[in-house]
Nanobody, 117 residues
């Protein structure tokens, strides 16, 4: 069973950058979808970005042009490069993995991102 561990969160000023990492305990080569989600205080968890096994990507409208998701299958790691951060980007960021045939998604424990104005 794949386990996911996020890292790279922290406190940054508006306009700054952070790179989040999601390290998997096993191979991610065949995993159909790897994603990043976030949950702000008092709000529901939302999808931020997703990358397919083939490298196709999709982003929430609020982060398009600022965030980039990538995957390094050799390192079993997925990244989220976040540039020009805004206070509205504050929240706990979670990594997820979804594979055809799994009965549920796999989730990491989350990493806190705080953006000050």
């Amino acid at each position: 069973q794949v386990q996911l561990v996020e890292s790279g969160g922290g406190l940054v000023q508006a306009g700054g950058s952070l790179r989040l990492s999601c390290a998997a305990s096993g191979s991610i080569f065949g995993i159909n979808f790897m994603g990043w989600h976030r949950q702000a205080p008092g709000k529901q968890r939302e999808l931020v970005a997703v990358i397919t096994k083939g490298g196709s990507t999709n982003y929430a409208d609020s982060v398009k042009g600022r965030f980039t998701i990538s995957r390094d299958n050799a390192k079993n790691t997925v990244y989220l490069q976040m540039n020009n951060l805004e206070p509205e980007d504050t929240g706990v960021y979670y990594c997820s993995a979804d594979q055809v045939g799994w009965n549920r998604s796999r989730w990491g424990q989350g990493t806190q991102v705080s953006v000050s104005s």
